[in-house]
């Protein structure tokens, strides 16, 4: 199936209303999310907050107790199959046969579809080309590094043509070189059309790729949208960086609380403080003679705003 020809703006994922329970305990609260061609959703929050739950409710694997999932309009429930046929999954884990070579792997997969995608052989050898998996086609993918086991995984969740693709911590363990090339063949597959879900702990690679953000936190919803967005409402729109140990310390600690800032964010000997326009200017009213650094937030801020309680 060739996405690269869509012209219309609805979702090829829409999820709504997703709750999931483990024994007496929900994961996911309520949760929904949107994803349209040509578009990497990234999907954000420390661990536990629900995000492979979610991710494997969309792909079928788990069954929502409550909402709704559609690809491309198909709801998932009403038509399994219809729906599997147009989603490829990559999850964390290597899951390959590893009796069969690169090539065999490929090619029985796409043989598990219904119908069996066409031009199938000639389509495993462009992968494997696109990939730069031919020199290694005829190997075991137990013999291959890291890197391009995860190419060969993103191959392999390919061979359908689908027109989703669900990417589960695709470069966790890589080394950097291996990750900006798995960066890059995601970013190609998103210029042609393909709508992304991306789960990452990588910050760089979230707000490299993604051009918007679900944020969760215990199972629910606490900011979506774009990157700079999202991080203007859960962190601010300045992190003031300071020497922790300065003796002016309890000052700028009870100014915090009266505030109603909190203890502020410690990184080595660093404090973070993110503050929005006003609340610099009256940090810098009232310490104006500290020697303090004033930043734009990133996406690691908000790694760290999400694994505090007070979010």
């Known amino acids: 199936m060739d996405?690269?020809?869509?012209?219309?703006?609805?979702?090829?994922?829409?999820?709504?209303?997703?709750?999931?329970h483990f024994a007496a305990k929900r994961v996911v609260d309520g949760v929904g999310l949107q994803c349209r061609s040509g578009e990497i959703l990234g999907m954000l929050g420390a661990n536990g907050a629900g995000k492979t739950t979610t991710l494997r409710m969309c792909y079928g694997f788990l069954r929502p107790d409550a909402g709704k999932v559609r690809i491309d309009g198909i709801d998932r429930v009403n038509d399994p199959d219809g729906a599997n046929r147009l989603i490829g999954v990559c999850t964390q884990d290597d899951t390959f046969d590893t009796d069969f070579t690169v090539r065999d792997n490929l090619l029985r997969f796409g043989h598990y579809?219904?119908?069996?995608?066409?031009g199938l052989e000639g389509r495993v050898e462009r992968l494997l080309a696109r990939f730069d998996l031919a020199r290694?086609?005829?190997?075991?993918?137990?013999?291959?590094?890291?890197?391009?086991r995860r190419r060969l995984m993103i191959a392999r969740a390919l061979v359908h043509q689908p027109k989703v693709l669900f990417l589960d911590e695709p470069t966790t363990g890589l080394d950097p070189q291996a990750r900006m090339s798995v960066w890059e063949l995601v970013d190609s597959l998103r210029q042609e059309g393909l709508?992304?879900?991306?789960?990452?702990?990588?910050?760089?690679?979230?707000?490299?790729?993604?051009?918007?953000?679900?944020?969760?936190?215990?199972?629910?919803?606490?900011?979506s949208g774009a990157p700079r967005t999202v991080l203007?409402?859960?962190?601010?729109?300045?992190?003031?960086?300071?020497?922790?140990?300065?003796?002016?310390?309890?000052?700028v600690q009870q100014w915090l609380r009266e505030e109603g800032i909190g203890e502020p964010?410690?990184?080595?000997?660093?404090?973070?403080?993110?503050?929005?326009?006003?609340?610099?200017?009256?940090f810098s009213a009232a310490f104006g003679e500290l020697r303090f650094e004033v930043r734009p937030p990133n996406l690691d801020d908000l790694f760290l705003q999400l694994s505090d309680n007070t979010l």
């Open 265 to 282: 964010t410690r990184i080595l000997n660093t404090w973070q403080i993110a503050l929005d326009g006003a609340g610099l200017a009256r």
């Open 3 to 20: 996405v690269t020809n869509r012209t219309d703006t609805s979702p090829l994922l829409d999820a709504q209303g997703l709750v999931k």
């Open 113 to 118: 579809f219904r119908p069996r995608p066409s």
């Open 195 to 223: 709508a992304i879900v991306l789960t990452t702990h990588y910050m760089d690679e979230a707000e490299r790729l993604s051009d918007n953000l679900l944020v969760l936190k215990e199972g629910r919803v606490v900011s």
């Open 136 to 148: 290694y086609a005829d190997a075991k993918p137990d013999t291959l590094s890291g890197g391009y």
């Open 232 to 251: 203007g409402d859960l962190v601010g729109e300045h992190v003031v960086v300071l020497d922790a140990n300065i003796l002016q310390a309890g000052a």
